[in-house]
């Protein structure tokens, strides 16, 4: 817990403390929000929705609801912000969580994160806990589809775009997501709550702790003793569950805490 009474330690301070935490740890899990990728170019969340979409409320756009009422809406957005993920790199904040497993603990990612870049980076256990932008399926009869390689136009008309038709039923494709109201896909919430269990050090990075269940991850782990290290560069619902809080990007502090433990 950050104690607001306490002067604010630095972040150099800040870093000592978590690599002390990390050195030695067998099995470390991690949660991840969309902060994490927000140097690779993905508006975060909660970020206002840049450019065509400035107008719209994200979360009134990832709903069933919403994809019912204009399927060519919510599948244009999804498509934009898959387009965005096929154009950007993982960040040295992902490459920074690889390395980190590379020396030796198990590192479980258990991200809120629809992209891939974890995978890219080369983190080797990532489990989604809300779906992936590049698994859509069938809104009617759920059979999975894929994508061709190629990179969508931006498209047309800045906004809508037609979902494609199901190859087995004819229904309307959908992102392969988890929108709000909808249940989490019980493998990768199994995965989570089993990290958790067995993990020595839990650390959250970019993620405002705002959507449930995947955030009372963090809590959990504070609640069975499990120290919580938070990367974020403003405060977050998880402040209080936190042993130690890096008030900084990901790409610079989880470089600096690889470069820490040597
Ligand atoms: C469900 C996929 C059962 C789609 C998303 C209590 C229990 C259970 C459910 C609820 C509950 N209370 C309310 C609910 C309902 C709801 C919910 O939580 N609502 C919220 C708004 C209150 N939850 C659900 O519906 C979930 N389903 O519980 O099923 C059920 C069923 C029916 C009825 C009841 C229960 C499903 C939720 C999943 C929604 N889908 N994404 C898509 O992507 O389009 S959620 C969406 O928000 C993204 O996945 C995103 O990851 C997630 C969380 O946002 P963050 O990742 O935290 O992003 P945000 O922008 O908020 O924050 C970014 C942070 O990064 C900031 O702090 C910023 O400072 C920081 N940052 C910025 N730059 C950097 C950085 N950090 C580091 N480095 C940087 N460079
Ligand atoms: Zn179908």
């Known amino acids: ?8 330690p630095s972040l150099g301070d800040s870093l000592d403390a ?22 690779s170019g993905i508006p975060t969340f909660r970020d206002a929705l840049t450019g065509l979409w400035a107008r719209f409320d994200a979360g009134d756009l990832a709903t069933p609801e919403a994809f019912e009422r204009d399927p060519a ?4 957005w999804y498509e934009w912000r898959r387009m965005k993920v096929l154009q950007s790199q993982p960040n040295p904040g992902h490459l920074a969580l690889a390395r980190l497993a590379a020396r030796g603990p198990q590192v479980t990612v258990i991200t809120q994160n629809v992209d891939d870049l974890h995978e890219r980076a080369g983190s080797r256990e990532v489990h989604h806990l ?3 932008l590049h698994a859509p399926r069938c809104f009617e009869c759920g059979r999975s589809h894929g994508f061709g390689p190629q990179i969508p136009d931006e498209p047309e008309g800045g906004r809508r775009l037609a979902p494609p038709a199901c190859d087995h039923c004819g229904g309307p494709l959908r992102p392969g997501v988890v929108w709000f109201g909808e249940m ?3 493998d990768a919430w199994r995965a989570a709550t089993e990290a958790i269990a067995h ?18 991850l963090p809590g ?9 290290i938070q990367i974020n560069p403003t405060a977050t619902e998880h402040d209080d569950c ?4 890096l008030r900084a990007r990901a790409g610079e502090a989880l470089p600096a805490l690889l470069e820490r433990l040597g």
């Open 73 to 76: 809406l919510v599948w244009g």
């Open 1 to 8: 817990m950050i104690d607001p009474c306490q002067p604010v």
């Open 199 to 216: 993990c020595e050090v839990m650390i959250t990075i970019g993620t405002s702790g705002l959507v449930f269940p995947a955030a009372g």
């Open 220 to 228: 959990l782990a504070a609640g069975r003793g499990k120290p919580v």
């Open 184 to 186: 989490l896909p019980e």
């Open 18 to 39: 978590a690599a002390a935490l990390l050195r030695g740890a067998g099995r470390i899990a991690v949660l991840s929000g969309a902060g994490i990728s927000a140097e």
């Open 130 to 132: 809300h779906g992936s």
């Open 242 to 245: 936190a042993r130690v809080a």
